[in-house]
């Protein structure tokens, strides 16, 4: 596997006015090569999960939270790799009090995508985790933390996780979460449950959507989970 991720051709080719790619390079040329690491998994993970990228007109990237520490430890990821900063503000499409992380810049948008971060409404789009990360169990491991505390549940009896796809993805759904739990499987010998799905709520547009998780149950297990995938103690051994 290559370690780099985004060079200067792949960068300027995803422009559709080359011009338009080179200025871009030339202006941010000290962020190439762009090469796999925990932080960038993790920020793939964030995007997954609780963010958003709009990938076309305008180039903006939002991450979501209702604590605004969560924020701030989100803009110090992108700022340590990018040496870009974005504005919090206050979320006004949702009901749930939360606060937006925004950054407007179209190269790092471009760059985020290549590196496997979905655009536009995840729910409505089929991807699956970019080989870098699924393939090396250290990146991984950052990528499923990450997606976790974005997606899943950790409790005292059992940890899950779920994503929702519109009905006519759930295929493209459960192969994303196979690969998941296939993964925790093969690097850290979990034992988690089968796939299921269950009928979720049906959007604004009348696409109905539908929750795809899998859990981890067995007791001996919930500590496992906590210690060597969240980096900590469990406070239910």
């Known amino acids: 596997m290559s370690n780099i991720l985004v ?3 792949n960068f300027v080719n995803s422009y559709e006015i080359k011009e338009c790619g080179f200025k871009a390079y030339e202006k941010y040329r000290c962020w190439f ?5 925990e932080r960038l998994a993790g920020i793939i993970a964030d995007l997954m999960g609780d963010g ?6 305008p180039w903006r990237l939002d991450f979501t939270s209702k604590y605004k520490k969560e924020l701030l430890r989100f803009e110090n990821e992108i700022y340590s790799l990018f040496k870009v900063k974005g504005k919090i503000r206050p979320c006004t499409t949702n009901k749930y009090s939360t606060y937006n992380y925004g950054v407007n810049c179209k190269p790092l948008i471009k760059i985020l995508e290549i590196c496997g971060a ?6 409505l789009k089929s991807f699956k985790i970019s080989d870098w990360i699924i393939n090396n169990k ?10 976790f505390l974005c ?4 409790g005292k009896n059992e940890i899950k996780i779920e994503m929702a796809k519109a009905e006519y993805l759930i295929k493209d759904g459960i192969n994303f979460m196979e690969s998941i739990r296939e993964k925790l499987k093969e690097f850290y010998g ?12 049906i959007r604004k547009d009348k696409i109905q959507t539908y929750g795809i998780q ?3 149950k067995r007791k001996e297990e919930i500590p496992k989970f906590y210690n060597l995938i969240m980096d900590q103690p469990s406070k239910h051994l």
């Open 7 to 9: 060079n200067k051709t």
């Open 33 to 37: 090569p762009v090469k796999p690491s």
């Open 52 to 57: 958003h990228i709009q990938g076309n007109g």
């Open 118 to 123: 979905p655009s536009g409404a995840k729910v």
């Open 138 to 147: 250290k990146y991984y491991k950052s990528f499923i933390k990450r997606l």
């Open 151 to 154: 997606e899943g549940h950790l």
């Open 190 to 201: 979990f034992n988690p449950t089968n796939i299921f799905i269950r009928k979720y709520k």
């Open 214 to 216: 899998f859990k981890i």
